[in-house]
């Protein structure tokens, strides 16, 4: 069995769910189109990342990353870290020859998303960005179904991303600082619905939208709206808060076709809603249960019905990564490469932009 050294940097909530997939997908996608093995994981608190080493299976634990990127051992290496961090080491890692995996949003704006994008392409090496929601089984039946014309002509697409964890004025993380952040809920959150309406439904070609942050004293925004307009003629809103009391990790989109509708909600992240508006008298929306043996993934999981959970999509995701390094095959369409983490970034700083000037501002791709 061919191995990969890995090479992890971070070990909180990204370096716990990836570390997790890395081990997991060992024996669960068996045999795993390469053995994954955990080499090395760093972190700036090297009391806490010396515990994630011993956890988690890692041959040794450091405080410097660059000690990932000098070690010969390791050929992919997984940037889990805060958005201040994705930059550099990413591209170091790719200048060392590694294969890259860096977890979202890319950069923390359009222009750093696109250095890292075009300086880690340059490399020729495999590159995903971690927009883990493309791996979910019912996302990937919605878009399998989509793609083979059953919904008919796209109208809408409205997607939301629905948290109330930072709605405490007194909680203090990387997340809430803009040199570490970037943005807000727009980065976070709002970056994953933007990806899963271009993976679903096409690039976006307009948006008019706006950001607002709540919480006194916050200098990131709290929540951001969006009306927007994709390629393919259909139009539909983009939105996010962590702010949404009551919500706590609610990403629900909903897709309506000329011959009929999807809907999802990830916190009942086995099901898809599906309506066919094939005049059947017994009309409505009806739950699928994503478990079917012929159902996206489940060729590595259990019988009919034994539901998975939210860890189990970074399995996939990570499958998917390994299967494109042991086969050279593309990382896209499936998984998203750094350039789609690039046109998250690009329309998320339309938003921005949009809000700023009140202005329907027009999509635009560099390079
Ligand atoms: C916090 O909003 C967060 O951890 C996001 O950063 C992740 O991308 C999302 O999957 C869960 O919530």
């Given at each position: 069995m061919e191995e990969i050294g890995v090479g992890m940097l971070g070990y909180a909530f990204m370096g716990k769910a990836h570390s997790n997939a890395f081990k997991k997908l060992a024996y669960m996608?068996?045999?795993?189109p390469l053995m994954p093995k955990l080499v090395g994981i760093a972190g700036r608190d090297t009391g806490a990342v010396g515990e994630a080493a011993e956890r988690y299976g890692y041959d040794y634990a450091t405080g410097d990353w660059r000690d990932l990127v000098a070690d010969?051992?390791?050929?992919l290496f997984d940037n889990g870290g805060p958005n201040s961090l994705h930059a550099e080491p990413t591209i170091a890692a790719a200048e060392a020859g590694k294969h890259v995996i860096c977890e979202k949003?890319?950069?923390?704006?359009a222009g750093e998303s696109y250095e890292i994008w075009q300086r880690v392409a340059a490399t020729g090496v495999k590159h995903l960005c971690?927009?883990?929601?493309?791996?979910v089984p019912a996302v990937r039946l919605a878009r399998e179904l989509i793609e083979a014309g059953e919904?008919?002509?796209?109208r809408h697409f409205r997607g939301r991303y629905l948290q109330d964890w930072?709605?405490?004025?007194?909680l203090d993380t990387w997340r809430f600082h803009p040199d570490e952040a970037?943005?807000?809920a727009l980065g976070d959150i709002g970056t994953h619905v933007i990806d899963l309406g271009r993976f679903l439904?096409?690039?976006?070609?307009?948006v008019s939208g706006l950001v607002k942050t709540f919480?006194?004293?916050?200098?990131?925004?709290?929540a951001l709206e969006a009306a927007v307009e994709f390629e393919n003629g259909s139009v539909g809103t983009i939105e996010g808060t962590r702010?949404?009391?009551?919500?706590?990790?609610?990403?629900q989109w909903e897709i309506n076709g000329s011959k009929g509708s999807l809907a999802f909600d990830m916190e009942r992240l086995n099901e898809l809603q599906v309506f066919r508006?094939?005049?059947?008298?017994?009309?409505g929306f009806k739950t699928v249960?994503?478990?079917?043996?012929?159902?996206?993934?489940?060729?590595?999981?259990?019988?009919?019905?034994?539901i998975i959970g939210w860890g189990d999509t970074f399995v996939h995701e990570l499958h998917h990564m390994l299967k494109a390094i042991a086969d050279d095959t593309d990382v896209a369409p499936y998984g998203a490469t750094f350039e789609d983490g690039y046109r998250a970034s690009e329309v998320g700083d339309a938003i921005l932009r949009s809000g700023a000037s009140g202005e329907r501002v027009q999509i635009s791709y560099r390079g």
């Open positions: 996608t068996w045999p795993p010969e051992r390791i050929g949003p890319l950069g923390r704006d971690a927009f883990n929601y493309r791996f919904l008919g002509e796209i930072a709605d405490d004025a007194t970037g943005s807000g439904n096409g690039e976006i070609t307009s919480i006194p004293g916050r200098t990131v925004d709290d702010l949404a009391l009551g919500r706590r990790n609610a990403f508006a094939d005049g059947d008298r017994a009309r249960l994503v478990s079917e043996t012929d159902h996206p993934f489940w060729e590595h999981w259990w019988p009919p019905g034994h």
